[in-house]
């Protein structure tokens, strides 16, 4: 009798071992895959980022340099969703001073098939129904030449005929990322913060140059948006995640005093209100991306 219950209390702390190890989901010790239920690799997924030096996350170094970091948009945007998609994987192609017509053309980084554009479209057709998302940033560049002229009116004209070939040229992009890409992919392209608003800290002068950048600034936000719409892409609001429009709540800051609010948030997020060597410098640090991060977060998850 003794003997018997001996041998039933053997067999039950057996049988008891093997169900603990099959609800572990191992044969063997904590952690290793059982040779029959393998463990399923997560499937691999890419977003691709691509534009301008806010692609890259570029920021000033201590000597003054702009130079690219891993703490740009892109790379705080891919931490925050990869929790969710264990397999994806950031890929990366912006160029600093890229514009609309150089990404479509080449002329500034050196890319396989001449542009950023082209590389864009042979990844997206390499790994196409793979890309779940592309963002892209490109188009603040464009008006830069403007600024070279002497005289108001001539700046007025340059933008004048700048502006709308930069509208066409992010359609004609946007189009050629959707063919190659497939009409599932999601892109989303973001606005712009209005660098020039910390012009507000110097005098009448200063104010007035916030105040028409602003309003310009508005405008072409407003244009950018309708190409992404039109394309079928999500707009991430970095310009209201900016308030770029917000001169008239105040908010105070170390060194600069009582500023409205959208130049708090340029001198605070941005380094254009920065001393030298890294100031002014038009680049978010890295709170300023992060909010960017987040406004593309708020458009992916609509």
């Known amino acids: 009798m003794r003997r018997?219950?001996?041998?039933?209390?053997?067999?039950?702390?057996?049988?008891?071992?093997?169900?603990?190890?099959?609800?572990?989901?191992t044969g063997g010790p904590a952690g290793t895959a059982s040779p029959h239920?393998?463990?399923?690799?997560p499937v691999t997924s890419y977003y691709l980022s691509l534009g301008d030096s806010l692609s890259q996350g570029v920021q000033?170094?201590?000597?003054?340099?702009?130079?690219?970091?891993?703490?740009?948009?892109?790379?705080?945007?891919?931490?925050?969703?990869?929790p969710g998609a264990p397999g994806l994987r950031l890929v990366k192609l912006g160029c600093s001073g890229e514009t609309t017509t150089t990404m479509i053309h080449g002329?500034?980084?050196?890319y396989h098939g001449g542009?950023?554009?082209?590389?864009?479209?042979?990844?997206?057709?390499?790994?196409?129904g793979r890309v779940s998302?592309?963002?892209?940033?490109v188009g603040a560049n464009d008006p830069n030449s403007c600024i070279a002229h002497p005289s108001p009116s001539k700046v007025a004209g340059c933008l004048e005929s700048t502006i709308p070939g930069a509208v066409g040229n992010l359609a004609r992009i946007l189009r050629t990322l959707r063919a190659a890409g497939g009409g599932k992919v999601r892109i989303i392209g973001m606005n712009y913060y209005v660098p020039e608003l910390s012009e507000w800290r110097n005098g009448m002068i200063g104010r007035a140059l916030a105040r028409l950048s602003e309003v310009l600034?508005?405008?072409?936000?407003?244009?950018?948006?309708?190409?992404?719409?039109?394309?079928?892409?999500?707009?991430?609001?970095?310009?209201?995640?900016?308030?770029?429009?917000?001169?008239?709540?105040?908010?105070?800051?170390?060194?600069?005093?009582?500023?409205?609010?959208?130049?708090?948030?340029?001198?605070?997020?941005?380094?254009?209100?920065?001393?030298?060597?890294?100031?002014?410098?038009?680049?978010?640090?890295?709170?300023?991306?992060?909010?960017?991060?987040?406004?593309?977060?708020?458009?992916?998850?609509?």
Do not use: K
């Open 4 to 25: 018997a219950v001996t041998i039933l209390i053997t067999a039950a702390l057996a049988a008891a071992g093997a169900v603990a190890a099959v609800a572990a989901g």
């Open 37 to 41: 239920h393998p463990r399923l690799r």
């Open 60 to 82: 000033p170094d201590p000597a003054g340099a702009s130079v690219p970091t891993s703490l740009g948009y892109p790379d705080q945007l891919y931490a925050m969703l990869r």
């Open 107 to 110: 002329g500034i980084c050196a």
């Open 115 to 128: 542009s950023q554009l082209a590389a864009a479209a042979a990844f997206l057709r390499a790994h196409r």
């Open 133 to 137: 998302l592309i963002t892209i940033d």
């Open 217 to 302: 600034g508005a405008g072409y936000n407003h244009l950018l948006a309708r190409a992404y719409t039109a394309a079928g892409a999500r707009v991430a609001d970095v310009a209201g995640a900016f308030r770029t429009g917000d001169f008239t709540s105040v908010l105070a800051r170390p060194a600069l005093g009582m500023l409205p609010r959208n130049v708090a948030l340029i001198c605070s997020w941005t380094w254009a209100c920065a001393p030298s060597p890294r100031g002014p410098n038009e680049h978010p640090n890295t709170a300023g991306y992060l909010a960017i991060a987040r406004a593309f977060r708020r458009a992916y998850l609509r």
